[in-house]
């Protein structure tokens, strides 16, 4: 398994980064790695909203087939990956000194045929880089008027 943890303060107000956040469909704009989005159903927020997600690192590819299992209103979001890449990641948001602080962690798990724990190591610093650049863009997005 591979814990991918990153965090970036935000010089923004909680309840704007989290309005951000919590559209989950702009996420592809801020994520390099998510190309699209597809909601699997009617709902776009809380738990039990669906997606697939189409998901680039480099010269792979897969559908990200995710689902909303934790909604805190204001404070964090968990998802379940079902895909071919398995796990649990949480976005949460708290308040910090200077505005807000955003808070990343997925426990990924990848198939045995996939390589298991060896890409799992090799994935950690890739996606570590790729997630760190999402928050700033996602601060970027955030702060732009």
Do not use: C, Y
């Amino acid at each position: 398994m591979a814990r991918i943890a990153v965090t970036r303060a935000i010089p923004v107000p909680q309840h704007r980064v989290w309005q951000a956040v919590a559209d989950l469909g702009s996420h592809s704009r801020w994520m390099r790695d998510a190309r699209s989005i597809v909601f699997v159903g009617d709902q776009r927020e809380g738990v039990g909203t669906r997606m697939e997600v189409a998901t680039v690192v480099g010269p792979f590819r897969t559908t990200d087939i995710m689902e909303v299992v934790g909604w805190k209103e204001g404070r964090s979001i968990e998802v379940a990956h079902s895909g071919l890449v398995k796990g649990v990641g949480t976005l949460q948001v708290t308040t910090d000194v200077d505005g807000t602080l955003v808070s990343w962690i997925e426990d990924l798990t990848f198939p045995w045929w996939l390589g298991g724990r060896l890409t799992a190591w090799l994935a950690r610093p890739v996606l570590t880089r790729i997630w760190r650049g999402n928050l700033e863009r996602l601060e970027s997005s955030i702060s732009d008027p």
